[in-house]
């Protein structure tokens, strides 16, 4: 028993080391992409802050910006920056209208590939003025073999272990969204597609690629669904536990723009009466009468 939780921390320090993916299997030729949020975020092995630490506060409606962690230098990339886009525009489209975002922001990868940490976050976000960021990181694999293969992803809150046998396509896409002030999780999402093609159309470079492109869509599909679903939660906790502070914004919106006009109009109002009562009292000239004396 004591050799089995030690060979289980080894496995997991090695999946950490290693990145976000740790794949087992033998004689399998592998392919595909992988990025790593815990590598992106802290990447000098630095520690999360404790949870509850800080209580943070989301000014109503959010300005909420979405991106895709970069592909680990060692990984093969299989999906284009345009066809990235594509899939968080769909992400993005699910929930527009919603009176509690202002506006999702799809940043571009480009942004986030210089440099890693939270650092890089925080300048993501004044450029374009974000309170909350999503991150969506990936783990795909296409896998021909005689054997079967699983490997385990490791996310921020813990390890996947995804079972898995030969000759298949594996997708898994994780979505954390963040404080961007406070650096804080609040919630998070995952989807995960598994395709299994025969020998015959798993060993065509052209139908690996298809097979990639599609179980990549259907995981990002998935995960959307969840994170939906774990917005609702989210917002459900916020209102038994109050570990998060809401604060309408006094500008912005519909609304904003009246109040503030609202407040114009009686700036302009006391000037007037200012004016009108120093008139009264002679201390400006008055106001000139044309046409007084005629008809």
Not at 140 to 156: E, G, P
Not at 178 to 205: E, W
Request: hydrophobic content about 40%; aromatic content about 6%.
């Amino acid at each position: 028993m004591r050799r089995s939780a030690v060979l289980a921390v080894l496995v997991l320090v090695v999946a950490v080391i290693g990145g976000c993916v740790g794949w087992f299997g033998h004689g399998a030729a592998r392919q595909g992409s992988s990025s790593s949020l815990v590598d992106f975020l802290y990447p000098k092995g630095e520690e999360p802050p404790p949870v509850g630490s800080q209580i943070p506060t989301l000014n109503l409606p959010l300005r909420v910006g979405l991106a895709f962690v970069p592909a680990n230098v060692q990984s093969t990339e299989s999906l284009s920056e345009a066809r990235k886009t594509e899939l968080l525009e769909r992400t993005k489209a699910a929930f527009q209208g919603k009176d509690y975002l202002r506006e999702i922001v799809v940043i571009p990868e480009t942004y986030l590939r210089s440099t890693r940490g939270f650092d890089t976050v925080d300048q993501v976000a004044r450029l374009y003025n974000l309170d909350v960021i999503a991150l969506v990181s990936h783990d795909q694999l296409a896998v021909s073999s005689d054997r079967s293969s699983s490997f385990l992803y490791w996310t921020i809150v813990g390890a996947y272990v995804v079972e898995g046998t030969k000759n298949e396509v594996q997708t898994l896409v994780d979505t954390a969204v963040f404080d961007v002030p406070t650096r804080t999780l609040l919630f998070r999402a995952p989807g995960i597609d598994k395709v299994t093609k025969d020998a015959t159309l798993i060993g065509t470079p052209e139908q690996v690629r298809r097979t990639q492109d599609e179980s990549f869509g259907r995981a990002m599909e998935q995960m959307t669904v969840n994170l939906q679903k774990e917005l609702e939660v989210f917002r459900e906790r916020i209102k038994t536990e109050g570990t998060v502070k809401l604060v309408k914004r006094g500008t912005g919106g519909g609304g904003g723009g009246a109040g503030s006009l609202s407040v114009l109009e009686l700036l302009a109002l006391c000037a007037l009466i200012s004016l009108a009562a120093l008139r009264r009292r002679r201390i400006l000239p008055p106001l000139p009468s044309h046409g007084r004396g005629r008809g």
